[in-house]
């Protein structure tokens, strides 16, 4: 089944306890980015990538690390967080980089983070 | 600036059509999706315009005016299910994908 996985879906830590969030998608994708999303701010935009090790920064990337070593894998690493980054986090991927009929972005299940 | 603005809350009734609209401003322009979100799961695609016009798939049709910089999402024969947050969001030619804050649609029998 074609999907996007991310883990964990729930996640409870402390301030400054580095910790990671795995996303792999099984569609050959070239496209994968990762969004928060908090209430009435829909979906920002973290990081991107366009292809293995191509990355760049979305709207909102303080705080957070990637890496796109494998075209499958794309991690969100948060070094040291901080509760203002507890949200709603999505991966996604898609064919190429601008969506279409045929690159929508897929979208993981999600991975709800608190930090306290 | 980037942003999109569309309506916070919308609520219709069961077999109505309703009508989300959104505007943006943007310096680079590649095309406007729709994504539909129900509580607790993940956005998934609803549609996408690239040109100016109206696509229609199945109950759901997405309208695109480049120069009036709007769009809207229309749905036909609503149902029960159709009760969701309905995101647009726009593409740059930077590879970036920006989302309006969503619209939660009430879908009332």
């Known amino acids: 089944e074609a999907q996007v996985t991310q883990n964990p879906r729930y996640l409870i830590t402390v301030t400054g306890k580095k910790l990671t969030v795995t996303c792999s998608q099984n569609m050959n994708h070239e496209y994968m980015s990762w969004y928060r999303q908090d209430p009435g701010l829909g979906l920002r935009q973290i990081y991107y990538s366009m292809n293995v090790e191509v990355t760049d920064k979305g709207d909102v990337p303080e705080g957070y690390k990637v890496s796109r070593k494998e075209k499958r894998n794309f991690p969100l690493i948060l070094e040291s967080p901080s509760p203002n980054q507890t949200s709603l986090y999505f991966c996604a991927s898609s064919l190429a980089a601008a969506s279409s009929y045929n690159s929508p972005l897929h979208f993981g299940n999600g991975t709800r983070l608190t930090v306290t | 600036g980037q942003s999109l603005e569309q309506p916070s809350e919308v609520t219709a009734v069961e077999g109505a059509i309703v009508q989300i609209n959104c505007t943006y401003q943007?310096?680079?322009?590649?095309?406007l999706s729709w994504y539909q979100q129900h509580d607790g799961g993940a956005p998934t695609f609803l549609s996408y315009n690239a040109l100016d016009g109206l696509e229609e798939t199945g109950r759901f049709s997405s309208f695109l005016s480049r120069s009036d910089s709007y769009g809207y999402l229309l749905l036909q024969e609503l149902q029960m299910k159709d009760s969701a947050s309905y995101f647009c969001?726009?593409?740059?030619?930077?590879?970036?994908?920006?989302f309006g804050a969503g619209t939660r649609l009430f879908v009332k029998a």
């Open positions: 943007t310096s680079g322009f590649y095309g």
């Open positions: 969001a726009f593409h740059t030619g930077g590879f970036k994908t920006i």
